[in-house]
């Protein structure tokens, strides 16, 4: 009789090991509380659950993830996906390939060798595919001259300005560990090929670039670098819905994008020792249009779209505590952990306070995650809310077992209240663990209805 199949961890601390899907399913998650638990922070707590399919079939359930479930690079909606052997599962950093059992998985595509890439001291580096081919694009030669200055005299701008024409160059698309997309699964605005936007500025002291883009795919990724200056860097994707690709549409509908010319320039770099440049390319309807503002007041409707794709990319990406400074974003952070810190001491006071202390601790870490170098009480924020997490999960457990235990002599009443201090333990509706226990508690809920009226019934 054949056999379920299997799941192979290609990536991550649990590289290289092999799982079977049971009856109760595995759920992996950054919870230390998952069957298979990965201390990932693109990872949700509870990210996705693997289950029983049938008699011999497995699937995929996305647990309302904040980063997504992807099945060979498509993000899953809220129903379960049917896997076969082959199919890559990829959840945060973790890719899984499906592999009937007791067999080795298919061979991996061959991958070109990865030839010279260019340090800016930026912190990500452009990636030149074998054979010199640029990885994002061919282009021909930058135009900009270095600045004489002691910061241009180690080529920093000129290599930049090399950067910023291979970025911008057709024909391209940037290295992944995902699987190909096949056409078919290309997101429905397919009018909109691909779209790159950069914003650099550049002194004697300080480089700061702001780069976003969109491939065919519909995957957004932003790199951030603020150097020395904020000392900051920023590199976060994500795969967009349809709603999210149209309003990339939308923002390019705008009055006046299409009538902007190609170029507009003012002053150049070396003579002014600075440099303030942006650029939009957009792919579109078999069209290419770009348009490149440099070192002159930008016009009305360019500030209106760039302005819209950076308000656009920080709300997809959960990245708008970039607009703040280092300094906001500490004062920020310390105003979350006092709150959390009260939440933890009156833990014992109402079931929901354990949980909300590890929401503000999250808040108060996530609003440090750009700033660097950390400040000194960050590893102790850090093990607060290790700490925090651990209890809640740990008590999440018992308080499960006792409503279940409940359930299972029937003690609907005593059912009741177990289940009501389980959703008062983990208020936020989005949690699966809410969710679950919630149905649950309209189930017994319902029982005790139909039971109370099956007697008044009798009488």
């Not at 759920?27 to 289950?51: I, P, T, Y």
């Not at 883009?213 to 860097?233: F, K, Q, S, W």
């Not at 509706?429 to 809410?434: F, M, N």
Request: contains cysteine; proline residues 5%.
């Amino acid at each position: 009789m054949a056999k379920r199949p299997e799941l192979l961890i290609e990536t991550g601390e649990l590289k290289g090991k092999r799982y079977t899907v049971t009856e109760a399913g595995l759920r992996l998650g950054r919870s230390s509380s998952n069957d298979l638990h990965v201390a990932d922070e693109e990872l949700s707590r509870n990210h996705c659950l693997f289950e029983p399919d049938g008699a011999e079939g497995i699937r995929v359930v996305d647990l309302a993830s904040a980063n997504g479930t992807y099945v060979n690079s498509v993000q899953l909606a809220a129903d379960p996906k049917p896997l076969k052997p082959g199919d890559i599962v990829e959840a945060g950093g973790v890719r899984i390939c499906i592999v009937a059992e007791g067999e080795l998985p298919p061979p991996a595509a061959s991958v070109s060798a990865v030839g010279s890439a260019v340090d800016l001291g930026l912190g990500a580096k452009p990636v030149v595919a074998a054979g010199g081919t640029p990885a994002t694009g061919v282009a021909s030669a930058t135009k900009r001259s270095p600045l004489a200055n002691v910061l241009w005299a180690v080529a920093a701008l000129s290599v930049l300005s090399a950067i910023v024409v291979i970025l911008m160059a057709p024909g391209g698309k940037r290295p992944s560990n995902r699987p190909s997309v096949d056409p078919s699964v290309v997101a429905k605005a397919g009018d909109l090929t691909s779209l790159f936007y950069e914003k650099v500025e550049a002194d004697a002291a300080r480089i700061f670039r702001y780069q976003m883009t969109v491939d065919a795919a519909g995957v957004l990724r932003v790199i951030y670098d603020d150097v020395p200056g904020e000392n900051r860097h920023v590199d976060k994707s994500a795969k967009l819905s349809e709603t999210a690709l149209a309003r990339i549409q939308e923002i390019f509908e705008s009055a006046g994008w299409n009538e902007l010319d190609e170029e507009y320039v003012g002053q150049d770099a070396e003579t002014e020792n600075a440099l303030k440049r942006w650029c939009i390319r957009l792919v579109r309807d078999g069209k290419v249009k770009k348009v490149v503002v440099d070192n002159v007041f930008e016009p009305e409707a360019f500030m209106n779209v760039r302005e819209a794709l950076e308000t656009f990319s920080r709300n997809e990406l959960g990245i708008w505590a970039l607009q703040y400074s280092r300094d906001k974003l500490i004062e920020l952070s310390a105003e979350s952990e006092k709150i959390a810190d009260g939440k933890w001491e009156e833990r014992e006071v109402e079931y929901g306070n354990l949980a909300n202390a590890v929401k503000a601790y999250q808040e108060a870490v996530f609003y440090l995650e750009t700033v660097n170098p950390k400040p000194t009480n960050y590893p102790n924020l850090k093990d607060k809310l290790r700490k925090a997490i651990t209890e809640l999960d740990n008590r999440y457990k018992e308080q499960r077992f006792r409503a279940d235990r409940a359930i299972n002599l029937g003690e609907w009443e005593t059912a009741k209240e177990e289940l009501r201090v389980l959703c008062d333990l983990v208020p936020e509706k989005s949690d699966p663990r809410h969710a679950e226990a919630n149905s649950k508690l309209i189930d017994v809920e319902t029982r005790i209805k139909n039971e109370s009226g099956k007697k008044g019934g009798n009488r």
